[in-house]
């Protein structure tokens, strides 16, 4: 399991683990990562819910939020919503970082759209009964298992 802190090397993406637009996100993310080094957890993980009692403002996000590793000054970044997805638009670099004129749009629009699809996102491709299992050649990128 891994460690549950604030100093982590990586962004971490916390994720919805039974939704399968998530899932698909997360392995589209796989996918494209040419670092490598973005590291994931279901909210529903210990790793999730304790970054959730670090940023309690975050507590009624249930779909995506985005750590970054915490600054000089020890902060970790929280971003949900549509911020999270545009900032892992940035990391993944290439072409992806066409979605950044996203920015241009206010955050309250943005993320009125990001939970219109948040809340129809079961309907869309469905939930699975349990969080994915990692493919083998990933598993080391996911921090805890439900």
């Known amino acids: 399991m891994a460690e549950i802190t604030t100093t982590n090397k990586y962004p971490v993406l916390l994720y919805d683990g039974v939704c399968a637009v998530c899932n698909k996100s997360v392995q589209t993310i796989l996918k494209n ?41 020890g902060g970790e970044g929280a971003y949900a919503r549509s ?16 979605f950044l004129i996203g920015y241009v749009i ?27 299992l990692p493919p083998p050649d990933s598993r080391a990128r996911f921090l805890d298992a439900v």
């Open 83 to 98: 911020t999270a997805a545009l900032k892992v638009a940035s990391y993944l670099g290439g072409v992806w970082k066409l």
């Open 33 to 73: 990562d040419r670092r490598g080094t973005m590291r994931f957890a279901a909210l529903q993980s210990d790793f999730g819910k304790a970054a959730i009692e670090r940023h309690p403002d975050l507590k009624d996000v249930d779909s995506v939020i985005l750590l970054e590793p915490a600054d000089v000054d």
């Open 106 to 132: 206010p955050r309250p629009i943005r993320d009125a759209l990001y939970d219109f699809v948040a809340r129809n996102r079961y309907k869309i491709l469905g939930k699975h009964e349990s969080c994915m």
